[in-house]
């Protein structure tokens, strides 16, 4: 295994993509940052900007108004990165299924923009936070 | 040249690197113990800076690549060449290349760095990001050169950096005013909490360095890391009287140095850069004045305790 590849598993910096969530997983997600989690131990930190990011946690259905959004930032975000779709919504648009203003799911958004990109499900509404590190620890152990 | 200068010069880079990784581990764990979390391992800042030079490195499109590119090399050479005038000046009580002004002018090229880099990404935080920086240094240069030439009045004039060590009388009055100040500024100049306003991750993404990604970004990391050796040492130096003759009280002091600035910045909340601003030139203007009046006095009458 390269050394950028372990690097990369020991710290992986997250940048939260809101694509038209409803604001639960939202805060489950700040959740995980509390005390009780403290996902800093293995070396997670929530950053402000998709250029310092090697994961996008991406949230909400993928409207409409929200799908180039997400294309940008995921054009935005250096490679190799990690997208992980949190929630029912993103995984496979949820109860708003059929709507009018949702284009997604949100991985076929991301895969429009780039067919090989890694992708993971982390499916819940909303997941709880012990879901999302258990997501994040299999998807880094596959990589 | 002797053998223990040779040393010097082949291990003053990675010393100082591993050093600095090892402040910035502190920074993240002490903050960590303060919210009672349990916080990141030893190697954390290791793997981040190894990680983000293994990573793309992403150059906007409208940014002015030659600049984009330099200011981190430019910022951190700096850093560099101050913290190797000070380790030197504590090792081995010689000046190096200068005295104290130059070391204010070294203190000053990491701001710069900041303020070239984000100017040249293009990107509408960093230049918030910019303004804010640049306030943000007119506010707290002014009150870090009088700090120092408070101890310059109290040490008689001197301005070669080990010798200011041993003369300065680091229990008077004025020089206890004048650290208070000067822990105040480094605090700013370190961009920590009470002054993050430049880089302020909830509000403008981390401004200055918003656009920065992959190996660029790691140098900025780097830079910060020294930043966390140099500056400490400096007020270790200037202010409570240097590494003296045995290398542990000089350790001592910096650690504790380094514990206030943790413990400042995890005890405040943000404040406005117009906070900034009349904290630093009405507040501390004051104190400075003050202690300035009771150095000269001091110095007047021969009182070491002024």
Known sequence: ?143 | MTFAKILFWILVLPVSLLLGLFASWLVRKVSARVQWRKGPPVCQPLWDIMKLLGKETLIPQDAQQTVFIAAPLVGMAGVLLLATILAYAALFKQPLVGDIIVAIYLMVLPSLGLILGSSASASPHAAVGTSREMKLVMGYELPLVLAFVIVIINTGGILSLPTIAENTTVLSISNILAFLVALLCVQAKLGFVPFDIAEAETEIMSGVMVEYSGALLAIWKIMQALMLVALPLFLVQVFLGGFGATIWPGILKYVLVLVLIILIKNTNPRVRIDQAMKFFWVYCGILLFAAGVLAALGNLYELRWL
């Open chain 1, 1 to 143: 295994m390269s050394w950028k590849i372990q690097a990369l598993k020991r710290s992986p910096w997250v940048f939260h993509v809101n694509a038209g969530a409803c604001n639960n997983c939202d805060i489950e997600i700040v959740n995980c940052l509390t005390p009780r989690y403290d996902i800093e131990r293995f070396g997670i930190k929530l950053v402000g900007s998709p250029r310092h990011a090697d994961a996008l946690l991406i949230t909400g259905v993928g409207t409409a108004q929200a799908a180039p959004r997400v294309k940008e930032v995921y054009r935005q975000t250096p490679k190799p990165c990690v997208v992980f779709l949190i929630g029912a919504c993103p995984c496979g648009t949820g109860i708003f299924r059929g709507g009018y203003h949702v284009v997604g799911p949100v991985d076929k958004i991301i895969k429009e923009e780039d067919p090989n990109a890694i992708i993971c499900y982390v499916p819940g509404c909303p997941p709880k936070p012990e879901a999302i590190i258990s997501g994040v620890v299999k998807a880094l152990s596959a990589l």
